[in-house]
């Protein structure tokens, strides 16, 4: 599984159930099991251009920024 650690702006932004878990019907329950990933885990923040929310991810171990482009 992968792990993505948000901040706190970000988090605000997100629709969560009781429990934390994003309440999205595009997430998959199975995702949701324990062990780890060959992706290891990430930290994503909020940003917003020009009046755009947008996401910023960063590899937690390698500080590799992935900035996802929208078509």
Known sequence: ???IY???KLLAKLPL???GMLT?????TDA????DSPLGS???NLLILQRHNCILF????KSF????ANG
């Open 65 to 68: 920024p992935v900035f996802p």
């Open 58 to 61: 960063v590899h937690d171990a």
């Open 6 to 8: 948000s901040t706190k």
């Open 24 to 28: 999205n019907a595009c997430v998959n």
């Open 17 to 19: 159930d009781v429990s």
């Open 32 to 35: 949701r099991a324990t062990g």
């Open 1 to 3: 599984m992968i792990k």
């Open 42 to 44: 990430w930290l994503a």
